[in-house]
T-cell receptor
Framework: NAGVMQNPRHLVRRRGQEARLRCSPM?????VYWYRQLPEEGLKFMVY????????ESGMPKERFSAEFPKEGPSILRIQQVVRGDSAAYFC?????????????FGEGSWLTVV | KNQVEQSPQSLIILEGKNCTLQ??????????LRWYKQDTGRGPVSLTI?????NTKSNGRYTATLDADTKQSSLHITASQLSDSASYIC??????????????FGKGTKLSVKP
């Protein structure tokens, strides 16, 4: 029973390039969340998605960031024209139902370094 | 403002000793409180989740308490082991419903267990 799978685990991008982070939720989970964690900081919510729908994107920067969770395939967090400040760990999480009252399971994270 | 404050920021203890981590929150309306363990370079792993009516919940050597009146929670670790070295994150869920934007994360307490 695989957990939340994220790839790549580590990604290096030059300023101005695009970064694509992928997340496959646990089997049977249709709710996916993305978080960002800066060094020595807590996790910050970015976006909550269900299949083909964005439920809450209040934590997403207005520009350059987008997320999707298509009917088939993994959820994708896309960062266009990356800048040094985008360097962080990006965690995906999933749950079987709505987040209130449900345990949320995290992946191992994708570490983005912008050089 | 909805906030979750954890103390101490960091803690060093000897193997075999007990310790208690604190979490104070100013989150309203309250839905539930969760403790997660995050090893360095890994994703958070759920330890406990407690609703308003639950005062204590155990998971092996981990025991969480909740005082909803004073808005305080603690995580007690008994007979610590080297593998307990990690960050422990307190997370409070707002009672608005399904939006993931309603999970408020603390910055964590970094625990180091020394032999």
């Amino acid at each position: 029973n695989a957990g939340v799978m994220q790839n790549p685990r580590h990604l290096v991008r030059r300023r101005g390039q695009e970064a694509r982070l992928r997340c496959s939720p646990m089997k049977g989970h249709s709710h996916v969340y993305w978080y960002r964690q800066l060094p020595e900081e807590g996790l910050k919510f970015m976006v909550y998605l269900q299949k083909e729908n964005i439920i809450d994107e209040s934590g997403m920067p207005k520009e350059r960031f987008s997320a999707e969770f298509p009917k088939e395939g993994p959820s994708i967090l896309r960062i266009q024209q990356v800048v040094r400040g985008d360097s962080a760990a990006y965690f995906c999480a999933s749950s079987p139902g709505a987040p209130s009252g449900n345990t949320i399971y995290f992946g191992e994270g994708s570490w983005l370094t912008v050089v | 403002k909805n906030q979750v404050e954890q103390s101490p920021q960091s803690l060093i203890i000897l193997e075999g000793k007990n310790c208690t981590l604190q979490c104070n929150y100013t989150v309203s309306p309250f839905s539930n409180l969760r403790w997660y363990k995050q090893d360095t370079g890994r994703g958070p792993v759920s330890l406990t989740i407690m609703t308003f009516s639950e005062n204590t919940k155990s998971n092996g050597r981990y025991t969480a308490t909740l005082d909803a009146d004073t808005k305080q929670s603690s995580l007690h670790i008994t007979a610590s082991q080297l593998s307990d070295s990690a960050s422990y994150i307190c997370v409070v869920s707002l009672g608005h419903g399904g939006s993931q934007g309603n999970l408020i994360f603390g910055k964590g307490t970094k625990l180091s267990v020394k032999p």
